[in-house]
C-alpha cells in the first residue's frame, strides 16, 4: 500500500490498482490473439462450407450480406452467377480439381495459423 510492488508485480496508488509493464505487456499480448483467433476462425468456418452440399452453400451464401449488412449489388448486376460458375465447373474438371486443391491449402494454413496462434495465446498465459 506504500507505492511499492508486492510479489504479483502490482502496486497499489489512491486505491488504484498500477500494473507493471511485463503485467501490461502479457495482458496486451492476450487481446491481440484474441482479436487475431476470432477472425482466423470465422475464416476457417466459411472455407469448409465448401465441402457442404451445394443446396447449404447456397443457403449459406444467400444469407450472408444479410448478416454482414453488406451492400452487395451481384444479385442485381449478374443473377445467376452461381449457377454459371457451376456450370463451367461440371464442364471442366480440371479446374475442379485444381479449386479443391486450393480450398484444402487454404484450410490447411489457416488451420496451422490458428494453432500457432492459440499456442502463443496458451504461452502468455
Known amino acids: ?52 452440399p451445394l443446396r447449404w452453400q447456397r443457403t449459406i451464401n444467400d444469407s450472408l450480406p444479410d448478416i454482414l449488412q453488406s451492400h452487395d449489388l451481384t444479385p442485381i448486376t449478374h443473377p445467376r452467377m452461381s449457377e454459371e460458375i457451376e456450370s463451367v465447373l461440371r464442364e471442366h474438371v480440371g479446374l475442379r480439381i485444381t479449386l479443391f486443391a486450393v480450398t484444402v491449402a487454404l484450410l490447411l494454413g489457416n488451420a496451422w495459423l490458428i494453432r500457432r496462434v492459440w499456442r502463443f495465446f496458451e504461452t502468455e498465459i
Do not use: N, Q, W
Open 1 to 52: 500500500m506504500s507505492g511499492f510492488p508486492d510479489e504479483s508485480g502490482t502496486d497499489r496508488l489512491c486505491g488504484h490498482v498500477i500494473l507493471s509493464s511485463d503485467v501490461r505487456t502479457k495482458i496486451a499480448m492476450r487481446a491481440a490473439c484474441f482479436v487475431l483467433l476470432v477472425p482466423l476462425m470465422l475464416c476457417e468456418m466459411y472455407l469448409f462450407t465448401a465441402f457442404l
